[in-house]
């Protein structure tokens, strides 16, 4: 099973849809996909760690994709990525490490708290401009991609989750960059995260390696269709859907935190 052999028909269907779906995901929003594979996978019996690292080797194959044609039609800047990733990688570390210190549905509902407050992120730069404040003047733009990555990359190490619904908020009210150029910036960091979490999670034998390649193919096409689309998009369309996301996002979230207190507060009670 470690390689996921004897699936049937159905599941691979499933698997590659869900792929698709995550791609497309990735190409409009900036983001791994994750949120949407590790759910899924759960869903189908696998068991979380499984699930977590079987989504990572998808990310990689879905952002690297994503990336190289953001880069081949002159979207992409691979200096941004690499200064917004390799802090990224560092302090994500930081973040994994203090998650365990705390309960998970607090997490959780931290994590929702968040994702709420990116909306207003998202947002707030305009505000700020129309009062005649700049944030991105702030620090310089060597500093302010270091802080923006390095904080993108501790939350995301905090919450358990990828960079991008974190990163995307922070490139605009930070560095100053239109929410197109954040998302596709987003999109190349995740090539690095996901790199360091395969390098990881491979080394535990926690990959199961066939269902990953199937997501990452079909997010491999689903990611085709929404780069090439992304930029045809309206500025003000992509930043509702993204907020939009972040929303529903956020519900997920609060309904996991009350489901995580609930079995807690039940082992309590026994």
Request: net charge positive; aromatic share 10%; charged share 5%.
């Amino acid at each position: 099973m470690i390689w996921g052999l004897g699936m049937e028909v159905y599941d691979i269907v499933l698997l590659v849809l869900g792929g698709i779906f995550s791609g497309v995901l990735a190409g409009f929003l900036g983001i791994g996909g994750g949120v949407v594979l590790v759910p899924m996978l759960v869903a189908f019996g696998y068991v979380p760690v499984q699930a977590v690292a079987t989504s990572s080797l998808a990310i990689l194959v879905t952002s690297t994709a994503g990336s190289i044609q953001n880069w081949r039609m002159g979207f992409l800047s691979w200096r941004r990525v690499i200064l917004l990733g390799l802090p990224a990688v560092v302090t994500a570390q930081v973040g994994a490490f203090l998650a365990g210190k705390f309960l998970p549905y607090i997490l959780l509902a931290a994590f929702g708290v968040l994702l709420l407050v990116n909306i207003y992120l998202v947002e707030l730069r305009k505000r700020l401009l129309s009062n005649g404040v700049n944030s991105s003047k702030l620090m310089t733009p060597l500093m302010a991609r270091l802080v923006t990555g390095g904080l993108a990359g501790f939350l995301a190490g905090l919450f358990g989750v990828g960079g991008g619904v974190i990163m995307v908020p922070l490139q605009i009210l930070l560095l100053g960059e239109p929410i197109k150029t954040a998302i596709q910036t987003s999109l190349g960091v995740i090539v690095i995260t996901a790199i360091s979490a395969c390098i990881g999670h491979g080394a535990a034998g926690n990959i199961l390696v066939v269902p990953g390649l199937m997501l990452g193919f079909g997010g491999l096409v689903g990611v085709q269709f929404s780069t090439r689309f992304l930029p045809k998009l309206p500025d003000q369309f992509v930043s509702v859907l993204f907020r939009s996301m972040l929303g529903l996002l956020s519900l997920y979230i609060f309904f996991q935190a009350w489901q995580n207190y609930q079995a807690a507060s039940a082992l309590v009670s026994a």
